[in-house]
Structures are given as C-alpha cells and as structure tokens.
C-alpha cells in the first residue's frame, strides 16, 4: 500500500506530464502546417485541434472503456467505465481519473499524426466522422490489446509508452488511409514544396520536448524508470538527427527538415523501449531509426505514393523498429527484461509478432473503414474545392499574407 505523500508526488509529476503531452497535439498541428502549401496551413492546424477536442468526448464517453474496461476474449475493454463510470480518485501509482486524462491525451495526438495521409484534400465533415470511428474502432483496441489486459499483453508483447498504439497505428492507418484517399491532383507533376519550414521546426520542438511527459510520465511515478526514459529518450532524439541528418547530406544538402524527421523518428523508436533499454542501446535504436526512416521516406517517395506528410515513414517504421528493438536491448537491470543482448530470444520473438499483428491490423481496418466511408459519405473535397485550397473551401479562412 503506497503512503498518501508518494501518490500525491506521483500525482503531480503525473499531471504536468499529461499537460506536457497536451502540447504535442498543437506541435503536431504546426509540424504539418509548415509542410503544406500556404493555402492549407490552417487546415492542418484545424484538423489538429479537432482532433485533441473530438477524442477527449470520445473517450470520456467510451474510449476509456473501450481500452481499459474488464477484458473481453482478449479484443476489447467492456463498457463498465462508459462516461467515466468508477473512474475516480482512487488507484496507485496514481488516482484512475488521472490515470484516465494521461491516457487520452495519448489518444488525441494519435489521431493528429494520421492527418499526415489527407493533408489538403479530406473534407472536414469526413474527417470528424473518420476519426470518430477510427479512435473507437482501430485506437482503443490496439490500446487495450498492448495495455488493458488483451492478447497482446497476454503473450507478453511490452510496449512502455506507445510504439505499437500510437506509432504503429497512427504510422501504418496513415498509409491505409492514403492509398483509401488517393492522391493529391497533381501530386508527382507540380511542386508541392513546403511553404513555412520554421513552422515545421517550431511544431518539431514542441514534440520533442512533450515527448519527455510523453515517456517519462508513462512510468506513472517518480522513479529511477521516469528518470531513465527521460534520459534514453532525449539520446534516441539526437542520435536519430544526426543519423538522418548525414544519410541526406550524403545525398545533397543537410536540410534542416531531414534533422527534425530524424528526432522525430529516434523519439518514436525509443517510445517502447524507454523503460527497458540504457543510454548506449538508445544511440543504437536512435541510429537506425534515422537510417530506417530515412530509407522508408525515400522507398515512399519512389512508389508515387502520397502519403502527404511522411507519417508511416516516421512514425509507422519508427515504431515497429523500436518494438523490436526492445527485444534486442532490454537489459534486466532496468526494466526486468532479458533482451537479445543479455542472452534471452524469447521476448524478441514475442515483440516482432506483436509489431507485425498491429501493423496488419491498423493497416487493413483503417483501409475498409476509409473507403467505407468514402462510398457512403465521400473522403474528398471537389477538385475546385481542392485547388483553392482548404483553408478557404473549408473554413472560409485565410492566413494574413495570402
């Protein structure tokens, strides 16, 4: 039984880590803002907002329920916890309610990445619909397969802070998604360069900064585990940087925007693995996140395929490398866990099914529920609509210099 100071410390920390999460949903927002064109920039802050506002009833409703709810054959949370039913201030290491509100910022900034794949061509009022039934039907599953008790955690499958709900299915939904959406018009013969990348970089620091709550804060107290993925994660960030910063200067300029993407894509890959692996296996995990990502955005970008915003490339490869790497460089005396390193191969065998399992997963239940929806409603904005851009068609707003 834990003394009431150490839950109330835990509490606190708990607590500006969630607002600390919070934050990336916007940085997400400006990281897409900036990679647009200038007449859909605030439609891609829009979508974000959106996101943070419609999952936050969503999971207060049933989310919650839905991923952490008694288990049902291994698949789903029941609806005991529906609109917060027995969610209160009880619980350890910190109260169900906070524990509730950590998680649904999580949540909300997962919807936000997978606006990566429609990017200045959804409708508003499809995007509402999709991420509705996306959070409920593809996110809260995933969640309580890895964290509510369902068969992923069942087998074993670790995942410390979301490499397999929130990167692999933000990641591989997104690519689904796409491919449901179709291209941009004239994706492949016109420049659809980046307007702002200062908006880009300021949402990247933005992320990078949440994503300490964002790892930290999964410990859920203050220990030497928060302490330890707060350092492992700030390592996997700068090792990936500087390795997708050199793969790109190989092949030209070393562009600000291919530092960034490889932060972002070593923050992904250390996700799982924060409470598991030491400083030494993050610079690793950092490394070849970069590389990997790296090498996924260029493999993307010679399939033509228009995947706007590089989600799956850095996040969806990002995360399923981290998930597996967890079971390379686990070491016990951190987190418990024998990785490859330390002598064990069972847990890397587990970790490689569950990356797989979700990535299928999100891929195919993403792809039908978009298309589903694009035949019973409609994904896309008309071409006129789509060449004035969504800021006007959509919001009827427009950005100052414009």
């Known amino acids: 039984m834990m003394e009431f100071n150490e839950i109330m410390i ?8 969630t607002a600390m999460v919070m934050l990336m949903t916007p940085g997400v ?11 859909n920039l605030i439609s891609m802050l829009t979508l974000s907002f959106i996101s943070f506002a419609l999952v936050t009833i969503q999971w207060v409703v049933i989310g919650y329920s839905l991923a952490f709810g008694p288990d049902i054959g291994g698949i789903i949370g029941g609806p005991d916890h529906f609109m917060l039913n027995g969610v209160g201030f009880n619980g350890e290491p910190v109260p169900d309610l906070l524990f509730m509100v950590f998680q649904l910022v999580f949540a909300a900034i997962t919807l936000a990445i997978i606006t990566s794949a429609v990017a200045e061509r959804i409708k508003l009022s499809s995007f509402i619909i999709f991420g509705l039934l996306w959070t409920t039907l593809i996110y809260d599953p995933l969640v309580h397969w890895v964290w509510g008790g369902g068969w992923l955690s069942q087998m074993g499958v670790l995942d410390f802070a979301g490499g397999i709900a929130v990167h692999i299915g933000a990641g591989f939904g997104a690519l689904a998604l796409a491919f449901a959406i179709g291209k941009r018009l004239g994706f492949g013969d016109h420049s659809m360069e980046p307007h702002n990348i200062t908006l880009t970089l300021i949402g990247g620091a933005l992320l990078w900064f949440g994503w300490f709550g964002f790892n930290a804060g999964s410990a859920l107290a203050v220990n030497e585990i928060a302490i330890n993925a707060f350092i492992v994660t700030n390592i996997s960030a700068s090792a990936g940087a500087l390795a997708w910063l050199g793969a790109s200067w190989v092949n030209g300029k070393p562009g600000s925007m291919g530092m960034i993407s490889g932060a972002i894509a070593g923050l992904g890959a250390i996700t799982p693995a924060a409470g598991y692996v030491g400083p030494v296996s993050a610079i690793l995990i950092g490394v070849i996140s970069g590389m990997l990502c790296y090498g996924a955005l260029l493999f993307r970008m010679n399939k033509g395929w228009d995947e706007s915003l590089d989600a799956w490339a850095i996040h969806g490869v990002g995360g399923l ?3 597996i790497a967890l079971g390379i460089f686990a070491v016990p005396a951190i987190g418990g866990i024998v990785g490859l390193i330390s002598g064990g191969y069972g ?15 999100a891929f195919t239940a993403t792809y039908i529920l978009a298309k589903i929806i694009d035949r019973i409603h409609g994904l896309r904005v008309s071409e006129e609509e789509e060449y004035v851009g969504l800021d006007i068609s959509q919001h009827g707003e427009a950005t100052i210099n414009s």
């Open 347 to 361: 847990q890397l065998e587990i970790q490689i099914l569950g990356a797989v399992s979700a990535a299928i997963f």
């Open 321 to 323: 490398w981290g998930t």
């Open 10 to 17: 835990n509490s606190g920390f708990v607590l500006i880590c």
């Open 29 to 39: 927002g400006l990281f897409y803002a900036g990679l647009v064109r200038k007449k």
